[in-house]
Each structure stands twice: as structure tokens, then as C-alpha cells.
């Protein structure tokens, strides 16, 4: 079987696990089986041979921020070398750089953004602010991408974000545009500070679709998720190896694009 890191994972506590999961669904309209829990997270993974996670969490509220990345860095803390954290910021809270110092401080990795729930457009001061200080940190951010229901975080939008932090590396998620896949790697296809992951994606797309997708990025830009309680790990991997990649580009996007960018030791 062949390692994997999954590089797109929410967790909740278990006590709002269930309700934090039914707001997903809600906003996509999807049918889901997994329960949003650290436990039932390392269960999915475990039985497709993932070693290793990217967990974070999204505030939707300034005052869920610190909450957040304290449990999000309490897990990391209670499995060692299981887990990689990232922190949330809010673009309305008043003291950003505070929050971003506090998650850093925690032993978070980097900054999970969700424009799309967070409502803020990628393109504008409040996302311009966010990224001046994640930059100061030199620490990477993953960003949700695109939505043709929204314009928060649509191809152009996330181009001029991109372009104004040159030095930020970003992981901008779902190809870098949830359903407007083909749109956003015309855009941002070899901006050198963008990589991005495949989560929530390949249900969606042709095996050649995704394979075209790829390849105009760079398998070496390129990162495997599931996005976490949203997608099995088993019916992920399936729908990944039916894009009919080489060996060498499978594993550079299953595992060793993600242990170079997070510094994960084998």
C-alpha cells in the first residue's frame, strides 16, 4: 500500500463534531458518513495507508479564533508525528497580528483561510491585511479556492492575492477553484509561490480533466487531501489512481510534495 499524507483535513471537538458536520453538508448540499472527530479521522485514514495529517480549523467569528487553534494544537501536541497543525485568523478581529503570534506560539505550522465562510473577498484590504501579517511570520496559508456561487475567492481574486505576497507560499485548495477547476489553472498555473491540493475535486472531474489540471500546475505542485470529513479516504485514493498518472508523479502528490512543504521527516 502505498503512504500518503493528507494534506486537507478539518477536525471538530466531539462535543460540536455533529453540528459542525451538518453545516457542511447544508453549504454543499452533500451526503457525508464521516463524523468530523480526531478519532474518526485517523480510522478512515489508517485502513488506506495514511501516515500523517494536516489538520486545521476555520473561525467564522474573531471570537472562535484563539479556541480554535488552542484545540487544534492540543491534538497535534496528544499525537506526536501524526499530526501537522494549522491556526485560523478572522479578517474581522482586532487584533490579527495578536492571534497570528498566539497560534504561532501554540506550534502551529501555518494559517488555514476560508474566504467563502469567513466572507471576505481574497482581492481586498481585509484579505491584504491578513496576508501582510502571515507573511511577517514566514509561515505558509491554505486557502479555500473559488465557488461559482460566491466571489470571495475566484481565480482572479486569488491571482492578485497571490501577486501582491510573492513571498508567501500558498496552498490554494481544490485546484485553486472549487468548480471552476479548468478557469483557475488557466489563471494561476505557474505563479511560483502557488501550490495546490486536490481535495474535494475528483469527484467532479474525468480522469483526463484532472490529469491535464496537474500537469498544468506540475505534479510537483501538486498536494493529496480529502478535505476531511467531507470525503472517504478509500474513495478518494480510488478516484486518484484512476487518473492514470506515473508512479513517480503519485508519489510526489500522495506524499513527498507534502513532507518537503511541511517538513515532515519520513
Same mark, same amino acid.
Not at 55 to 72: C, D, G, L, Y
Given at each position: 500500500?502505498?503512504?500518503?499524507?493528507?494534506?486537507?483535513?478539518?477536525?471538530?471537538?466531539?462535543?460540536?463534531?455533529?453540528?459542525?458536520? *451538518? &453545516?457542511?453538508?447544508? /453549504?454543499?448540499?452533500? @451526503?457525508?458518513?464521516?463524523? =468530523?472527530?480526531?478519532?474518526? $479521522? %485517523?480510522?478512515? +485514514?489508517?485502513?488506506?495507508?495514511?501516515?500523517?495529517?494536516?489538520?486545521?480549523?476555520?473561525?467564522?467569528?474573531?471570537?472562535?479564533?484563539?479556541?480554535?487553534?488552542?484545540?487544534?494544537?492540543?491534538?497535534?501536541?496528544?499525537?506526536?508525528?501524526?499530526?501537522?497543525?494549522?491556526?485560523?485568523?478572522?479578517?474581522?478581529?482586532?487584533?490579527?497580528?495578536?492571534?497570528?503570534?498566539?497560534?504561532?506560539?501554540?506550534?502551529?505550522?501555518?494559517?488555514?483561510?476560508?474566504?467563502?465562510?469567513?466572507?471576505?473577498?481574497? *482581492? &481586498?484590504?481585509?484579505? /491584504?491585511?491578513?496576508? @501582510?501579517?502571515?507573511?511577517? =511570520?514566514?509561515?505558509?496559508? $491554505? %486557502?479555500?479556492? +473559488?465557488?461559482?456561487?460566491?466571489?470571495?475567492?475566484?481565480?482572479?481574486?486569488?491571482?492578485?492575492?497571490?501577486?501582491?505576497?510573492?513571498?508567501?507560499?500558498?496552498?490554494?485548495?481544490?485546484?485553486?477553484?472549487?468548480?471552476?477547476?479548468?478557469?483557475?489553472?488557466?489563471?494561476?498555473?505557474?505563479?511560483?509561490?502557488?501550490?495546490?491540493?486536490?481535495?474535494?475535486?475528483?469527484?467532479?472531474?474525468?480522469?483526463?480533466?484532472?490529469?491535464?489540471?496537474?500537469?498544468?500546475?506540475?505534479?510537483?505542485?501538486?498536494?493529496? &487531501?480529502?478535505?476531511?470529513?467531507?470525503?472517504?479516504?478509500?474513495?478518494?485514493?480510488?478516484?486518484?489512481?484512476?487518473?492514470?498518472?506515473?508512479?513517480?508523479?503519485?508519489?510526489?502528490?500522495?506524499?513527498?510534495?507534502?513532507?518537503?512543504?511541511?517538513?515532515?521527516?519520513?
Amino acid at each position: 500500500m502505498q503512504k500518503a499524507i493528507n494534506a486537507h483535513c478539518h477536525i471538530y471537538p466531539a462535543n460540536i463534531a455533529a453540528r459542525a458536520v *451538518d &453545516g457542511i453538508k447544508d /453549504f454543499y448540499s452533500l @451526503r457525508m458518513s464521516l463524523n =468530523g472527530t480526531t478519532e474518526g $479521522l %485517523i480510522a478512515d +485514514g489508517e485502513k488506506n495507508g495514511v501516515v500523517h495529517y494536516l489538520v486545521h480549523s476555520v473561525a467564522t467569528t474573531p471570537k472562535q479564533v484563539r479556541t480554535i487553534n488552542e484545540f487544534i494544537s492540543s491534538e497535534v501536541k496528544a499525537h506526536p508525528g501524526l499530526f501537522t497543525g494549522f491556526g485560523t485568523l478572522h479578517p474581522e478581529s482586532t487584533d490579527i497580528e495578536g492571534d497570528f503570534n498566539h497560534l504561532l506560539e501554540l506550534g502551529l505550522k501555518g494559517v488555514k483561510l476560508h474566504p467563502d465562510f469567513q466572507r471576505f473577498p481574497l *482581492d &481586498g484590504e481585509r484579505a /491584504f491585511e491578513l496576508g @501582510r501579517v502571515i507573511s511577517r =511570520g514566514g509561515v505558509p496559508v $491554505l %486557502i479555500h479556492c +473559488g465557488d461559482h456561487r460566491y466571489n470571495y475567492s475566484n481565480p482572479s481574486q486569488t491571482k492578485k492575492f497571490l501577486e501582491a505576497f510573492p513571498t508567501l507560499t500558498v496552498i490554494g485548495a481544490h485546484f485553486g477553484g472549487w468548480s471552476v477547476w479548468q478557469e483557475a489553472a488557466k489563471t494561476l498555473a505557474g505563479i511560483p509561490n502557488l501550490y495546490v491540493d486536490c481535495s474535494s475535486s475528483l469527484s467532479w472531474l474525468a480522469p483526463d480533466e484532472a490529469a491535464a489540471i496537474i500537469r498544468a500546475y506540475g505534479a510537483d505542485r501538486v498536494l493529496w &487531501g480529502t478535505d476531511y470529513p467531507m470525503w472517504e479516504s478509500g474513495s478518494e485514493l480510488e478516484l486518484f489512481h484512476k487518473i492514470g498518472l506515473t508512479t513517480e508523479e503519485e508519489r510526489l502528490i500522495l506524499f513527498d510534495n507534502a513532507a518537503k512543504l511541511l517538513k515532515i521527516n519520513d
